[in-house]
């Protein structure tokens, strides 16, 4: 970690242990297991030379399973527990998402998205996970998801995925693609108040006889017990513990009167880089356009969506998949319109092609 205002040349894959390493502080043991894939490798490969220089454990799995399964016992251990991966390594991490969820384990999961399906493209980029991140573990279960769209917010937002994950005990999701993760940008690396342990979290190994089962438990000692209520009481606690703070959860970024735009695009991640350039050619033009930068997929701001819903106007989701946002926009939207601008070739719209598609949209 560099001190004071030093400017370091980082990738957002670098950035990712940086934020790692600034949640833990001197005090907080990490532990990072994973598996190596395009186009997340760097993360470990960081990870595997400077966690343990800083008194942390570096663990490479035998494969995607064993890498979230290993992380979700770290972080019932008291560690800053962390994974990363890529598409097809996401897919495998599922259930093991669903278990961390269920025992309340902190773990926080990287996932540097590639273009898809299958193995897909593993060189070039995607956004391609986004209602996976949401929907991929089966049953119903409590999950945040942030997406940057810089290397120093991968840095911010890995260390706010650290912290969020400690306080609410679940899995959070960081969601990067290629083009981030890959981007090399000078920042400087902040010092920051190292998470504590939350005082009242028991942890295996500290003297405390804990049970922790993916079963149905009782919320008390986590004993199984297989019946409706128990189900329902669980499942309703786990959701109500992010339910209960979604509103200060959400966070977006705009540009421009969104109030009054006749066109608002929404977007995230590598994305929003050109969308924002686009904004700013079309306000040159004297063309009423925004942006709705997305930096928390869920919990998805949806009472800032509905506020914008006032008139007739265009909602432009633009993102590279076939319009996996847009439908959770399209939810929210009653007087307005959603129209999606949409990619899968790997690259992300030039701001060119984004300012085509709003003078085609903007009511003259």
Known sequence: MSNHNQRTLLTGNDAVVEGICCAAGSKRRIVYAGYPITPASEVATRASVIIPKRGGVFIQMEDEIASIQAAAG????????????????????????????????????????????????????????????????????????????????????????????????????????????????????????????????????????????????????????????????LVQYLLHKLKKDAKQLVKYETLGAVKDAEVIIVCYGSESRAVRAAVKQAQEKKLKVAMVRLITAWPFPKDFIRKLDTKKRVFLVAEINAGQMRIEVERYIKKGTVQGLNLMGGRIHTPGEILEAVESMVIR
């Open 74 to 233: 770290a972080g019932l251990a008291g560690a800053i527990a962390v994974t990363a991966t890529s598409g097809p390594g996401f897919s495998l991490m599922s259930e093991g998402l669903g278990f961390a969820a269920m025992i309340e384990s902190p773990v926080v999961c990287i996932n540097v998205q590639r273009g898809g399906p299958s193995t897909g493209m593993p060189t070039w980029m995607g956004q391609g996970d986004m209602m996976q991140a949401r929907w991929g573990t089966h049953g119903d279960r409590p999950v945040i998801v942030l997406v940057p769209n810089s290397v120093e917010e991968t840095l911010l937002l890995t260390y706010e995925a650290c912290k969020l994950s400690q306080k609410y005990l679940v899995p959070v999701l960081l969601m990067l693609d290629e083009i981030i993760g890959h981007m090399e940008e000078p920042i400087t690396i902040p010092e920051l108040p190292p998470i504590p342990l939350a005082p009242d979290v028991e942890i295996i190994g500290k003297g405390h006889r804990l049970h922790r089962t993916g079963l149905t438990h009782d919320l008390e000692r986590h004993l199984p017990r297989i019946n409706p209520d128990a189900q329902e009481e």
